[in-house]
């Protein structure tokens, strides 16, 4: 036998303190996306770390056992005590193995320590019979490592050290490689159970984390969700609110206003309705197929708006007025739908509340912006108080909903909404869009 210490074996695997073999299967799930990138766990197809650990520790102390035990039976000693050393090595692997098979039936704290101390007690015992059971003492400096607490390892690997240097040197006597065969494989236990230990904290750290990022993504993701449904609400409320409900709008006053006439003035109003309830016909078909108005289909919005003035003269009976400012330009399909719904808001909102006799709508291409005014004569409203929806403005104005839908059209497109109005002094309403940002708004 050779006086000086084989390598140690490998460090074993951590976890709640209740067998040398309990770890392995107390060690937390860890996601696929960690193990395949952490040197602590198997990717697909591949065994753990902690689980090679555990039958490489198992493996080493068998075999130490078995070469003690073998040994025994082909040197100098007699047949009695080559049976006892026999009956040693069993009596070690038994334990040792009951110890393995029973660490997933128990969770209490006090189990791996008191297993751990009987096989200490073996172990002592089995060391007067051959100095070769003396290198089962490095598995048992990684177990100290593994059950016990730091304040408590330590010690006992500085026992179990001691212990070997003895009873190696009272079987073959004493020597410095029997002394540092053991100092040194006790160290290297300790340095490589520490190594060990910091390298799985670092890996549950990284799980952990992962764990946080795989639910802040998932948490993310459902308020993507939220906000797409909201602006989708957002959205169809303002489509409906200026096609289908203008359009009905409008049919209740020609209606209503026919029913004071008579002659052709009844049909008028009647042909005038049945026209308006087509256009709401063909703005819901189209807010269904999420296309551009009817008024836009193959026209320029100056036509479309020219067309609003003509329909306000003949339906409402308004001294409507369309111009054109500055040299028209291309515009894309979103900042001439929100143009268009704009006007197409302040003109319902001057016919159904309004009581004027004249409006004026104005499309002005500036250098650095394009502007739409919609003006007109009626009775005015306090702006500030119909917006919020508060008090006698507000029920006689309306909801306030065609002037958030108004803006938050234009926000959409980069532009902004002034309205301007009081009590007896008519209302204004100007849209602004600035040309970068129309060059660049949603088509």
């Known amino acids: 036998m050779s006086e000086t ?9 951590t976890g709640p303190p209740a067998s040398a073999a309990s770890a ?12 395949a990138t952490d040197p602590m766990h198997g990717g697909r197809g591949r065994p753990n770390a902690l689980t090679v650990l555990a039958w490489a520790e198992h493996l080493l102390f068998v075999l130490l056992a078995a070469v003690a035990a073998a040994r025994l039976g082909i040197g100098p000693a007699g047949p009695g005590r080559t049976a006892l ?15 393995a098979a029973l660490a997933r039936r128990s ?17 002592a015992a089995a060391m007067p019979l051959s100095s070769d059971f003396v290198w089962l003492a490095f598995p048992l400096f990684f177990l100290c490592m593994h059950l016990l607490p730091l304040r408590w390892a330590l010690p006992s690997v500085a026992v179990i050290t001691g212990a070997a240097v003895v009873g190696y040197g009272a079987s073959v006597g004493f020597s410095v490689a029997g002394v540092l065969g053991p100092a040194i494989g006790a160290g290297v236990a300790v340095v490589m159970s520490a190594v060990y230990q910091t390298l799985q904290r670092e890996s549950e750290r990284r799980r952990l984390l992962l764990a946080e990022l795989v639910e802040t993504q998932a948490q993310l993701a459902a308020t993507e969700r939220q906000a797409g449904r909201l602006a989708e609400r957002e959205r169809l409320a303002r489509e409906i609110h200026d096609t289908v409900a203008q359009g009905l709008s409008s049919i209740v006053l020609l209606l209503r206003a026919a029913e004071g006439e008579q002659g052709e003035d009844v049909r008028r109003h009647v042909r005038t309705a049945s026209a308006t309830a087509r256009q709401a016909l063909d703005e819901t078909r189209r807010v269904v197929r999420a296309l551009a108005p009817a008024a836009l289909d193959g026209r320029p919005l100056t036509d479309a708006l020219r067309r609003l003035a003509e329909d306000a003269r003949e339906g409402a009976g308004l001294d409507a007025e369309f111009t054109v400012d500055g040299e028209p330009c291309a515009l894309p399909t ?24 004249r409006v004026r709508m104005a499309l002005a291409f500036q250098p650095d912006a394009v502007t739409m005014d919609v003006a ?3 009775r005015g409203f306090d702006a500030a108080a119909v917006e919020a929806g508060r008090g006698r403005a507000a029920e006689t104005a309306g909801t306030g909903f065609g002037l958030r839908a108004m803006r938050g059209r234009l926000a959409e497109v980069g532009g902004e909404l002034v309205v301007e109005s009081a009590p007896g002094e008519g209302t204004a309403v100007a849209a602004r869009i600035p040309l970068d940002a129309a060059s660049g708004g949603a088509s």
């Open 376 to 378: 007109d004569d009626g």
């Open 107 to 123: 969770g209490r704290t006090w189990a791996g320590p008191a297993w751990l101390g009987g096989l200490v007690v073996l172990w």
């Open 334 to 357: 979103g900042v001439e739908v929100a143009l268009l719904r704009v006007a197409q808001g302040a003109l319902a909102n001057t016919v159904a509340h309004a009581g004027a006799r």
């Open 24 to 35: 392995a299967s107390a060690v937390p799930e860890v996601p696929a996306e960690l193990r």
């Open 5 to 13: 210490a084989p390598n140690p074996p490998p460090p074993p695997r």
């Open 85 to 99: 050393g026999a009956l040693a090595a069993v009596a070690l692997l038994g334990w040792y193995a009951g110890g």
